[in-house]
């Protein structure tokens, strides 16, 4: 009877211990686990109706940070995605006319070729690529100039806006840190 009584105490306090071990384990797992990052770059969108025609911008959005951006990060005369991450892609399911050329509907990757004195905006066939890294400039569709405007005040995280500026006619900007560009475009009927 001794040894059965012993026995028994000791099942109760191996369980007891497992018990235990299992929610401290608990409590370590909840200690360690990390607590979500927040995104630096967040995926953004920018879209309008016009008429029948929607436009929509797609892009991912970093923040300035403390840097200089435009001729630091990212140097002048050098090609860039205009976004972070995968490269930004408009998208249109109407044919639009941009600097008196004819975008075909459809979806593209859009860069850029940033300057002190002058932008290149480009459209290429391309949208689906990671950053700048399959970039081809056999590829693009449609290449123009635009100046920038300088700011005194920092826009943190990059945007784009589509706006409709009357019944078949729109533009699309970007702003980041001191500079914004523009474009006017025109929905072909």
Not at 31 to 48: C, E, N
Request: hydrophobic fraction near 40%.
């Amino acid at each position: 009877m001794r040894k059965l009584l012993t026995i028994l105490c000791l099942a109760i306090l191996v369980v007891g211990c497992k018990n235990q071990n299992k929610s401290e384990k608990k409590e370590m797992q909840q200690q360690v686990t990390p607590s979500k990052k927040k995104v630096l770059s967040p995926h953004a969108t920018a879209m309008t109706m016009i008429g029948d025609a929607h436009i929509h911008m797609d892009y991912s959005s970093p923040g300035v940070r403390n840097r200089i951006i435009f001729g630091g990060l990212l140097a002048y005369d050098v090609i860039w995605q205009a976004g972070a991450h995968k490269t930004t892609w408009l998208e249109t399911n109407q044919d639009l006319i941009i600097a008196g050329k004819t975008l075909v509907a459809g979806k593209y990757g859009f860069f850029t070729i940033p300057s002190k004195e002058e932008w290149t905006l480009i459209f290429n066939s391309n949208w689906d690529q990671h950053g700048k890294d399959a970039y081809d400039a056999k590829e693009d569709v449609l290449r123009f100039q635009v100046k920038p405007i300088i700011s005194d005040a920092t826009t943190e995280h990059l945007i784009y806006k589509v706006k409709k500026t009357n019944v078949n006619e729109g533009t699309i900007s970007l702003a980041w840190e001191k500079v914004s560009v523009a474009f006017n475009f025109k929905v072909q009927n």
